[in-house]
């Protein structure tokens, strides 16, 4: 093709473009744009302006309304995106303490069982009920008769067997009763077995024994018997036909003998022959005297001249004027009652001193208040 042609046709299609150009400014200014009937893409369509005043208050409030609502919606989507990330970082704690710290295979049945029986929260039936109430009955029964039996055997063997058989019998605590007296008193034996004897019954056989007061009896295992002795101690006689009973503090009658070991003889005992008896005690009226005799020996004791070594009888039929008797003195003293004891007994100490050569008797069953006590000489 020829070059007039070719340039000859780029200036007739550069003509028609700016004709084209021109022809669409002049349709734009004629025509004028309208929201409505044309859609621009990237723009929000602009409603119309709202001309009453209700109107825009109402827009306003739906407004705020949304814009609450919007928030609240907000706020638990965060509280659920923190509530999960708890949840996550609990589960991610239980799984590495569940791996670094694994718990044995005990610990885990424990566990189980905790957490089945609180889930287990069902109440018993009846059926249930006795059936456990049963279980519990044949459970003791059979506990008791488990231990019957071993104590029956336990007993039987001890009874049997010859280790607890007695090779040794101690006796303490005795000073007037020998040994052998009190051991064949008990009735204990050699070789007999430990288990054999009653302490109840030892001790009712050694306190027939009118000296012996108290008895202890221990079994000293395997083959061993220890008796403990507490004695009663004679301190005054009585005149008792051709011989004498003794009697102790309390009462009691220890001995009825021919001969006197030099207690205090009591005159004038209101007890019948009948009742003096070893192991026996005194009436109450003789109780009761005998209780201001003990009185009279204490007083006696504090002075100087110990006059209750003195002292040989103590009369007591009369409990207002008891009479002592010091023979080695050679004189009697008329006491009178037991008040004034300690003043009486000086009156004594001083009469022994002034009227030591003579015999005679000492008067001092007066009041000595009003009057003063006196001796005379026995004729």
């Keep these: 093709m020829p070059k007039k042609t070719k340039e000859n046709i780029e200036k007739s299609n550069k003509k028609r473009s700016v004709k084209a150009k021109t022809d669409i400014t002049k349709s734009t200014k004629e025509d004028k744009f309208s929201f409505d009937e044309e859609i621009v893409i990237g723009l929000k369509r602009i409603d ?129 009763i020998s040994s052998e007296t009190i051991i064949s008193l008990s009735g204990l034996s050699i070789n007999e077995n430990i288990f054999k004897f009653r302490t109840s019954d030892v001790t009712d056989k050694i306190k027939e024994n009118a000296y012996i007061d108290k008895v202890e009896i221990k079994r000293k295992f395997p083959d061993a018997v220890e008796v403990n002795v507490y004695e009663r101690e004679a301190t005054f006689a ?89 023979a080695k003195e050679k004189k009697k003293v008329y006491l009178g009652d037991t008040t004034n004891l300690s003043e009486k007994m000086l009156w004594i100490d001083k009469f022994l001193e002034l009227e030591k050569k003579y015999e005679g008797t000492i008067y001092l069953n007066v009041n000595l208040n009003n009057e003063t006590p006196y001796f005379r000489e026995k004729i």
Excluded: H
């Excluded at 306003?60 to 706020?75: A, C, E, G, H, V």
């Excluded at 659920?80 to 991610?92: E, L, N």
């Excluded at 519990?136 to 039996?149: G, S």
């Design 48 to 176: 119309e302006p709202v001309v009453n005043a209700k109107e825009r208050k109402k827009a306003d409030k739906d407004k705020k309304t949304k814009s609450k609502s919007n928030k609240n919606k907000q706020i638990k989507v965060s509280k659920t995106k923190v509530d999960d990330s708890v949840v996550i970082k609990s589960k991610y704690l239980e799984n590495y303490e569940e791996t670094n710290n694994k718990p044995n295979e005990s610990k885990k049945k424990d566990i189980a069982k905790k957490k089945s029986k609180k889930n287990d929260s069902r109440p018993l039936t009846k059926k249930e009920q006795l059936a456990i109430k049963k279980k519990k009955i044949i459970f003791k029964f059979t506990k008791w008769i488990t231990l019957l039996a071993i104590l029956i055997g336990g007993i039987i063997y001890a009874m049997l067997s010859p280790i607890f058989n007695i090779t040794n019998i101690y006796v303490e605590g005795n000073l007037k």
């Design 238 to 326: 009585l005149e008792f036909g051709n011989g004498y009973a003794y009697i102790n503090n309390q009462g009691y009658i220890l001995e009825i003998t021919d001969s006197n070991a030099e207690f205090p003889i009591l005159e004038g005992y209101k007890t019948t022959t009948e009742e003096i008896k070893e192991g026996n005690r005194l009436i109450e009226t003789d109780l009761e005297n005998l209780g201001d005799v003990l009185k009279i020996m204490e007083a006696a004791k504090s002075v100087d001249a110990n006059i209750s070594d003195l002292i040989t009888r103590i009369d007591i039929s009369d409990n207002s004027n008891y009479i002592l008797t010091l």
